[in-house]
């Protein structure tokens, strides 16, 4: 079934945001590479901030889906690990680039509120992630694990375009791990 104007416009956009930059980014290029004409665009997004803030909104919908998906039914123990894994296989497979959101964040900071808010919240979804799967997991008296954790996986969405995924993951893998083996071993 073929996609729908609106949805390879999303596609599209996303693809040359993330890769190019939002700004960077021309409405005359985002049409060109959709194979769409500029009316089309417009008739499903009213500028090219909402269409930001679609591909933005859409992007996140699948990260928390994939999160989500990856610990729903874990063991009690492993919520934590099966997030962070689960995170680096998104970067794996969709941001080689780095963090669209992150990229969001510093391009519309001055630009647009509703952006760089939304954005942002799209970073807190992820933290607020972290501390249920430390809860789950039993570690929430760990004071600032959540947060720890969240750094090192923000630190991997720009690490991964810096040194390759293989490099990247394999160097945060290795800081989760230390990170919970500390936090299960005062737990003791």
């Known amino acids: ?21 939002f700004h960077a980014t021309g409405i005359d290029r985002i ?5 769409v004409v500029r009316m089309t665009l417009y008739n499903h997004f009213a500028s090219k901030e ?13 990260f928390l889906a994939h999160l989500d998906t990856a610990t729903a039914s874990v063991t009690p123990g492993q919520a934590t690990l099966a997030l962070v894994e689960a995170h680096g296989d998104w970067l794996e ?3 080689l680039h780095g963090c669209i959101m992150a990229k969001a964040m510093g391009e519309f900071a001055e630009h647009s509120a509703e ?3 939304l ?8 933290l607020t992630r972290l501390e249920d799967a430390v809860s789950r997991d039993g570690l929430d008296h760990h004071a600032g694990l959540a947060r720890h954790l969240f750094m090192v996986l923000e630190g991997s969405n720009t690490a991964v375009a810096l040194l390759g995924a293989k490099t990247a993951l394999a160097d945060t893998r290795a800081m989760v791990d230390t990170l919970l083996a500390a936090a299960r071993s005062s737990a003791q």
């Open 50 to 62: 909402a269409l930001v803030m679609a591909v933005l909104a859409a992007r996140h919908e699948r």
């Open 1 to 21: 079934m073929p996609a729908s104007k609106r949805d390879q416009l999303l596609a599209t956009a996303e693809q040359l945001f993330h890769e190019q930059g």
């Open 115 to 117: 952006i760089h808010a």
């Open 119 to 126: 954005a942002a919240a799209a970073k807190i979804d992820l």
């Open 93 to 95: 497979r969709y941001s």
């Open 31 to 35: 049409v060109a590479a959709a194979g």
